[in-house]
C-alpha cells in the first residue's frame, strides 16, 4: 500500500510515519511537511491513502481534499487533526476516516486496518469518467442508473453524475457487485429495492422503477434471491 502523509508539524509528520510503518507491514510511505508538496506530488504519482492533516499554512487540508476530485484515481482520505471542532467541515469531502492528534495511538491502527479491508475488496467500488474528472464511488451509494441515448445518468443520494457509457457495459461491471437489470434502461442497486411488485420496483428514496417483460423473470428471481437473505 502507498501512504502520502502530510503535516506541517515535523515531530507529529514522523511519529505518524514510524506508526504507519508498524502498522502496514508491506507500505511504502512519503511524507510531506507543506501541503503545496503534497499537492504537486499528487499530480504526477497515485497513492492509495491519504492522512492528511487540517490545519496547515498555505493550502489547508480542507483545500487539498476539496482538489482530491480532479485526481485520476482518488486515494482513501483520513483527516488527522487537533481541532475536533473540524469533524463536522470535514464531512463535505467524505473521508474514509479522522483521527485525532491526542488519540493517535488509540484511533490510528483500527482506521488503518479499516483502510486496508477497504482496498482488498476493489469489487466495492465503480469507477467512471464524468466530464474532465475520474469519478469513484462506492457502489452502495448508487440507487440506479438510467440509459439515456448514449449516456448514462448515475443516481446516488445527493447527485445524480452524466456519463458517456452504455447500459449494457455498466451491467457487464457491476452485475457481480449486486446491480440488476430491471428494464432496457435501468439498472438498479438491489440494496435500494424496498418493495418488489409485478411490474415495478420501488426503491428506498421512494422511487419507481420499472419492471420490462424481457427482464422480469431473471430480475425477480434474483430480487427474491437476496430479499431472502
Not at 492509495?48 to 489547508?60: N, S
Not at 443520494?157 to 457509457?165: A, H
Request: hydrophobic fraction near 40%.
Amino acid at each position: 500500500m502507498k501512504v502520502f502523509i502530510c503535516d506541517d508539524e515535523p515531530r507529529i509528520l514522523k511519529s505518524i510515519s514510524e506508526k504507519v510503518k508498524e502498522i502496514l507491514a508491506d507500505c511504502t510511505v512519503n511524507e510531506f511537511s507543506d501541503s503545496l508538496s503534497l499537492l504537486e506530488a499528487l499530480k504526477s504519482e497515485e497513492c492509495e491513502l491519504l492522512l492528511l492533516d487540517i490545519d496547515m499554512p498555505q493550502l489547508g487540508g480542507l483545500e487539498i481534499a476539496g482538489q482530491l476530485k480532479l485526481l485520476r484515481q482518488k486515494p482513501l482520505l483520513v483527516f488527522v487533526t487537533s481541532h475536533d471542532e473540524l469533524v463536522y467541515d470535514s464531512l463535505l469531502f467524505h473521508p474514509f476516516g479522522f483521527i485525532r492528534k491526542s488519540c493517535l495511538d488509540t484511533e490510528l491502527k483500527k482506521v488503518l486496518r479499516d483502510c486496508e479491508t477497504e482496498l482488498d475488496f476493489p469489487d466495492k467500488f465503480y469507477t467512471f469518467k464524468c466530464g474532465s474528472e475520474n469519478v469513484r464511488l462506492k457502489v452502495s451509494e448508487i440507487f440506479y442508473l438510467e440509459s439515456e441515448g448514449n449516456y448514462l445518468k448515475v443516481y446516488t443520494k445527493g447527485q445524480v453524475y452524466r456519463i458517456r457509457d452504455t447500459i449494457a457495459a455498466a451491467q457487464e461491471a457491476l452485475s457481480e457487485k449486486g446491480f440488476i437489470r430491471l428494464h432496457r434502461g435501468f439498472l438498479v442497486n438491489q440494496q435500494a429495492v424496498k418493495v418488489l411488485g409485478s411490474d415495478e420496483a420501488e426503491l428506498a428514496t421512494g422511487e419507481r422503477i420499472p419492471i420490462g417483460r424481457n427482464y422480469a423473470e431473471e430480475a425477480k428471481k434474483q430480487l427474491m434471491r437476496y430479499m431472502r437473505k
